[in-house]
């Protein structure tokens, strides 16, 4: 199975920024659906923004679109999360999942509920001060 690893994580002031990587390995990594979720205390996880690891193709959760971008280098399996214009809002554990599938329709990733992403990392924690 493929396995992640995240880092990146740290404490910063609100406004300022943090970059993100989750390093995959142990099996196919191109043509994934790999997404990005937070989840603070007592909430549930959210997904953030999520990428297709084959042509790259992207999508936003809302609250992250503008401030956040997703990316990838895929010599080295890694995908990236940016966060820029943090705000305290955007404390949380972010963790990278992903689903089984390898080589599936770019199209696919958007719509993939939340549940499906049940691949995991072991996160990130992000910490904003105000």
């Known amino acids: 199975q493929l396995q992640l690893a995240e880092s990146g994580g740290g404490s910063v002031q609100a406004g300022g920024s943090l970059r993100l990587s989750c390093l995959a390995s142990g099996d196919t990594y191109r043509g994934r659906c790999i997404a990005w979720f937070r989840q603070a205390p007592g909430k549930g996880r959210e997904r953030v923004a999520g990428?297709?690891?084959?042509?790259?193709?992207?999508h936003y959760a809302d609250f992250a679109r503008g401030r956040f971008t997703i990316s990838q280098d895929n010599l080295k399996n890694t995908v990236y999360l940016l966060m820029n214009s943090l705000k305290p809002e955007d404390t949380a554990k972010y963790y990278c999942a992903t689903d089984g599938g390898i080589w599936v329709n770019e199209g696919v990733c958007p719509r993939r509920p939340d549940s499906q992403y049940n691949y995991w990392g072991q996160g990130t924690e992000v910490i904003v001060s105000s």
């Open positions: 990428i297709y690891t084959g042509a790259g193709g992207s």
